[in-house]
């Protein structure tokens, strides 16, 4: 059955779930950096940006990712640019 | 000669390491290398049993520390091969019965008598696992495909890094090739993904080590189990052969039928 409701996209393998779980658990005992802290940083990182230049804050991307044992933060900031 | 001393941890209890110790000195032994292996959980004492050994004790690590005894006279010969002993731990007494200073001396005694002093680490990260690092050249982290255990491994590994302590490297333990295909467990490159170290060696799950570990005979010391043969790989590896992994084989469509067929 679990095999059907696979096959039918509608449910990830447990293997999948295992791995993204674990990522995102490991992230916070490596860094100390909770979904909650996360959030502020956005939110603090936008108001510190728009400031001094336009964004797309739509368009932002913060995440984390790792890269061998070390963990990287990735903040992805579109720009909006100026009208003619 | 100058003894190379690793120690075998987890963090989480229950996933092999009294297993990997006797069978990875057991491999090493049959490579012809003198190999002492030490157990250090003091207070739960495992390694003689499942190496067979525990009728041959007469002192433990701690009659060595407190004087009672000389090291020589604590180390217990191999039933099966010569070059093999063991180092007991004591049953009634605990962790805090031995110091890490006092085990890195007890491992710098044994250095120039034996080519690999093997240390056996207790579950947990307090004074035992303190303990059974305290003379590590290198260390093996054993683990299984669960997210407990790897959970326990990476924050293993972060202490051992903050402490300085390896190279260190990964036996993944207890892999189910059948539920690694169904996707239903974290694969080899998963786990090495998450915990981004070097991999030493993969054990399938094996009713087979239950059996061995019932009579006090590892399984390396079978050649056609290819579990043996994973672990004799491995202590390959330690000694620094190049040796590739070898995959774990999924039963096929008919051996599974087979085995269906047997079990019903």
């Given at each position: 059955m679990e095999f059907l409701r696979r096959l039918l996209g509608r449910e990830p393998s447990s293997r999948d779930v295992a791995k993204e779980r674990l990522q995102l658990v490991l992230i916070y005992d490596r860094t100390g950096l909770s979904p909650g802290v996360l959030e502020t940083l956005r939110e603090e990182i936008v108001?510190?940006?728009s400031r001094h230049i336009d964004i797309d804050r739509d368009g932002i991307d913060l995440s984390v990712t790792q890269?061998?044992?070390?963990?990287?933060?990735?903040?992805?900031i579109p720009l909006r640019s100026r009208r003619p | 000669m100058s003894g190379t001393v690793i120690t075998i941890t987890s963090g989480k209890g229950g996933v092999g390491k009294t297993t990997v110790t006797a069978n990875v000195g057991t491999a090493l032994a049959m490579l012809g290398h003198s190999v002492v292996v030490i157990d250090a959980d003091i207070g739960l004492r495992n390694l003689d049993l499942v190496m067979g050994l525990e009728n041959r004790i007469v002192y433990d690590i701690v009659d060595v520390v407190e004087g009672r005894c000389r090291l020589r006279q604590a180390l217990v010969r191999d039933k099966h091969l010569p070059e093999l002993h063991l180092l007991p731990a004591a049953q009634t007494r605990d962790k805090t019965a031995i110091s890490?200073?006092?085990?890195?001396?007890?491992?710098?005694?044994?250095?120039?008598?034996f080519d690999y002093i093997l240390v056996d680490s207790p579950a947990g990260i307090e004074q035992g696992f303190q303990n059974a690092i305290a003379g590590a050249d290198r260390v093996i982290v054993?683990?299984?495909?669960?997210?407990?255990?790897v959970h326990d491994a990476d924050r293993i590994i972060g202490l051992l890094e903050a402490a300085e302590r390896g190279p260190i490297h990964l036996v993944l333990n207890r892999i189910k090739p059948d539920m690694v295909r169904r996707g239903d467990m974290l694969t080899v490159d998963d786990v090495l993904h998450i915990l981004a170290v070097e991999l030493i060696g993969i054990i399938p799950e094996d009713e087979q080590i239950i059996v061995t570990t019932n009579r006090g005979t590892p399984i390396a010391l079978n050649p056609n189990s290819p579990t043996g043969r994973a672990f004799q790989e491995i202590a390959r590896r330690v000694r620094g052969e190049?040796?590739?992994?070898?995959?774990?084989?999924?039963?096929?469509?008919?051996?599974?039928?087979?085995?269906?067929?047997?079990?019903?």
């Open positions: 108001a510190v940006l890269e061998g044992r070390q963990t990287k933060l990735i903040a992805n | 890490p200073r006092q085990m890195a001396e007890v491992c710098d005694a044994l250095r120039p008598h054993v683990t299984t495909p669960e997210v407990s255990a190049n040796v590739p992994i070898t995959p774990l084989r999924d039963r096929g469509l008919l051996e599974r039928l087979f085995g269906f067929m047997r079990s019903s």
